[in-house]
């Protein structure tokens, strides 16, 4: 019995099975020369890599809904009640929808030559072709392509950003760009095109809501209800004046995007020596493996 117990006891007590702190620390100064030209090869070869990416500029802008200036008319109740949109004040979500839409994408690629800025390097402007990369060329993918509307939305979801902040009820747009001007330019168009596609929305609405109030006018005959069809058909000629006049309709601007003086990303140095640390810690561990492995060869002969 007592035999028992010792041989578990000296089987638990092996120095195998405990790690040995300072013969590993004995490793990392033995081997520092090769642990050190591992690293410095690590570093170099992540900052040469990087040195080949382009330099990504974000510009950004902050917008909000536009206050409240007026009282909702209580009989726009009528208008809904019989299935007809009324519109109404633009909110955070609304906005946040609306430069997430791939709608609104297609529409600014396609106003505007934005393709020159993301791809200036391999962008044809005469025949409208982008070149592919080497990547896509190792994938077997050759020549030229002319870019289209899935392309356009490819490009945005990896370059466009939209964060809300519903505390403050702001929205921020920023867009990611090899070109400073170019990142600024691009969150303008958004800008620009969101607002118009706003405006359209609710001249289209302000339209189709007049028609059908004329019509509703001239059915019926009873002096009350028409004196609240004309109440409405002014509330819907005030909104199509709104959005044809108004330069904040939609949102309003907070701050406008400029060109950045500085690069997101990549970040070269702190890259490079990310990866030296990485190579220090797996390298420290190769040895120790390695040494680990010859002394038990060792131990076997012996």
Avoid at 232 to 238: D, Y
Wanted: aromatic share 8%; charged share 30%.
């Amino acid at each position: 019995m007592e035999a028992g117990v010792e041989e578990r006891f000296s089987a638990a007590g092996r120095p195998d099975d405990f790690i040995d702190l300072g013969r590993h620390i004995r490793t990392l100064f033995q081997s520092w020369s090769k642990i050190t030209l591992i690293c410095l090869a690590a570093g170099v070869v992540t900052f040469i890599f990087l040195l080949m990416k382009q330099n990504v500029y974000q510009a950004s802008a902050v917008i909000a809904p536009p206050p409240q200036e007026r009282r909702e008319n209580p009989g726009l109740g009528m208008l809904a009640s019989f299935g007809i949109n009324v519109g109404g004040a633009t909110r955070v979500e609304d906005l946040e929808a609306l430069f997430r839409s791939d709608d609104l994408t297609v529409r600014v690629f396609g106003k505007h030559n934005l393709w020159l800025i993301l791809y200036k390097d391999r962008y044809d402007p005469v025949s409208g072709k982008i070149r592919r990369s080497w990547i896509e060329r190792l994938s077997g993918k050759n020549g030229s392509d002319v870019p289209g509307e899935w392309d356009a939305i490819r490009a945005a979801k990896e370059r466009l950003r939209v964060l809300v902040n519903r505390r403050a009820g702001t929205v921020t747009i920023s867009f990611d760009s090899p070109s400073p001007a170019g990142s600024a330019e691009i969150v303008k168009h958004y800008l620009e095109e969101g607002r118009s596609r706003l405006q359209e929305e609710a001249l289209n609405r302000a339209v189709k809501n007049k028609k059908f109030i004329e019509e509703q006018i001239g059915k019926t005959m009873d002096a009350l209800t028409r004196d609240r069809l004309y109440s409405l058909l002014g509330h819907e000629v005030e909104q199509e004046m709104m959005a044809r006049n108004r330069e904040q309709f939609g949102f309003r601007v907070i701050d406008s995007p400029r060109a950045p003086d500085r690069k997101i990303r990549p970040r070269r140095l702190y890259n490079a020596g990310v990866s030296m640390f990485l190579a220090l810690i797996g390298s420290w561990v190769f040895f120790c493996i390695r040494e680990n492995g010859g002394s038990k060869n060792v131990g076997g002969l012996r």
